[in-house]
C-alpha cells in the first residue's frame, strides 16, 4: 500500500489549526493507520494509531480521523513545540508495512 | 526502561556488505516481532524488515529482499540485518523498532554510507 500525504509543507503559525492528510493506494484493513511526529535528531514519537486512538500522554489537541483510503490528522492549536515533520504509517496489510512521505509543520 | 542501541554501521563501498546489530533491554525481548526501519539524508521513513517472536517468519521491502536478511539472538536479545551488495540507495539510517504495527519504541539508529 503506498500511502500520499499531503501538503508537502504546511507553514503556520502558532495557535492555527494544521490539518494534514494521508491517503492510501488501497483501501486501510481495520483503519490500522498510524500517526508520528519527528523532530531533528530524534526518533519518531507515536501519537495516533488506529486512525483515531490517541497514544498514551499525548495532548488532545492531536486528533486523528478517517477510514478507508483517506485518513486527517488535525492539530486544533498549534503549539511552539508541535512545529516538526509528521508522518502517517499504515500496518492493516501483510508485510512489507508502509509509511507516507511526511508532512512538515514549519512556522509561518 | 525500554532501550535499543543500534551498531555497525560503517562507510562501505558499493558492492558491499555490513551486519547491523539491535542490542534491546527494559523489555521480554523474545516476546515480539522486532522490526528494521531506515532514513535516508533529509528524507522520509522506509519499513525495511521485520521477523516474528521465534525467527521463524521474516519479511522484507521489495528493494531490499534477496539482498538482506534479519535474524534474531534471543539468548542476547539482539535482532540483526545483514545487508549484501549495498547500493548507494541503502544509504540511511537505520533504527530498530519493537513490534509489528505501530512503534512506540525506536532506537537512534546507525549510519551506513555506501559511497566510492
Known amino acids: 500500500i503506498v500511502l500520499t500525504q499531503s501538503p508537502g509543507t504546511l507553514s503556520l503559525s502558532p495557535g492555527e489549526r494544521a490539518t494534514l492528510s494521508c491517503r492510501a493506494s488501497q483501501s486501510v484493513s481495520r483503519n490500522y493507520l498510524a500517526w508520528y511526529q519527528q523532530k531533528p535528531g530524534q526518533t519518531p514519537k507515536i501519537l495516533i494509531y488506529?486512525?483515531?486512538i490517541r497514544a498514551t500522554g499525548i495532548p488532545d489537541r492531536f486528533s486523528g480521523s478517517g477510514s478507508g483510503t483517506d485518513f486527517t490528522l488535525t492539530i486544533s492549536r498549534l503549539e511552539p513545540e508541535d512545529f516538526a515533520v509528521y508522518y502517517c504509517?499504515?500496518?492493516?496489510?501483510?508485510?512489507?508495512?508502509?509509511f507516507g512521505g511526511g508532512t512538515k509543520v514549519e512556522i509561518k | 526502561e525500554v532501550q535499543l542501541v543500534e551498531s555497525g554501521g560503517y562507510l562501505v563501498q558499493p558492492g558491499g556488505s555490513l551486519r547491523l546489530s539491535c542490542a534491546a533491554s527494559?523489555?521480554?525481548?523474545?516476546?515480539?516481532?522486532m522490526t528494521w526501519v531506515r532514513q535516508a539524508p533529509g528524507k522520509g521513513l522506509e519499513w525495511v524488515a521485520n521477523i516474528n517472536e521465534d525467527g521463524s517468519e521474516k519479511y522484507y521491502v521489495d528493494s531490499v529482499r534477496g539482498r538482506f536478511s534479519i535474524s534474531r539472538d534471543n539468548a542476547k536479545n539482539s535482532v540483526y540485518l545483514q545487508m549484501n551488495s549495498l547500493g548507494v540507495e541503502d544509504t540511511a539510517v537505520y533504527s530498530c523498532?519493537?513490534?509489528?504495527?505501530?512503534?512506540?519504541?525506536w532506537g537512534l539508529g546507525t549510519l551506513v554510507t555506501v559511497s566510492s
Open positions: 488506529g486512525a483515531s
Open positions: 504509517q499504515q500496518y492493516g496489510s501483510s508485510p512489507p508495512l508502509s
Open positions: 527494559g523489555f521480554t525481548f523474545s516476546k515480539f516481532w
Open positions: 523498532a519493537i513490534g509489528s504495527g505501530w512503534y512506540e519504541h
